[in-house]
């Protein structure tokens, strides 16, 4: 009769003990708008929109635009020697403003090379865009420039 008592005693106890050690599921914070993914500097940020961003001029001056403030001398000395494309990315804001630039695909992960620089650099110089719009309203959205070639050393 006495181990009977106490398995039962011992069923009983375990789930008890059990419950009580384990970790309670509390809910995970909510993220600040501006670390979630879709957000750059508290807004929300479409990836398109019905109208997309525009460059003043068109797609063509702004490749004129990077052409003509892409200093190329950045590679000679420094022992760059990559080629390929530097993919750069962006938020058009509602006012035309570019914001959260970064280089979207580096060529080094986690290193920004001389060349990626120089075109960071050279977007950060580009005036205000047209933005783009979603139902008739002004809304931020995702810019991505591929510039092929860019960093090819020239001798």
């Known amino acids: 009769m006495r181990p009977v008592l106490i398995l039962l005693l011992a069923i009983w106890i375990l789930p008890c003990t059990a419950q009580k050690h384990k970790s309670p599921n509390k809910p995970k914070p909510k993220a600040k708008a501006a670390e979630r993914p879709g957000y750059v500097d508290g807004m929300r940020v479409l990836n398109y929109a019905e109208q997309m961003p ?19 001398n950045f590679s000679k000395g420094q022992g760059e ?7 750069v990315s962006f938020v058009v804001d509602t006012t035309g403003d570019l914001r959260g630039i970064k280089i979207a695909r580096p060529f080094e992960k986690g290193k920004i090379s001389p060349c990626e620089q120089e075109m960071l650099k ?4 580009m005036p205000r865009w047209k933005p783009g719009r979603s ?10 420039i591929p510039v092929a070639d860019i960093c090819g050393g020239t001798d």
């Open 81 to 87: 020697d990559v080629q390929g494309s530097v993919t």
């Open 122 to 125: 050279v977007v950060r110089q």
């Open 135 to 144: 139902k008739g309203k002004k809304v931020p959205v995702l810019f991505i």
């Open 54 to 72: 525009e460059y003043p001029g068109g797609q063509m001056e702004m490749l004129a635009f990077i052409g003509r403030h892409m200093n190329y």
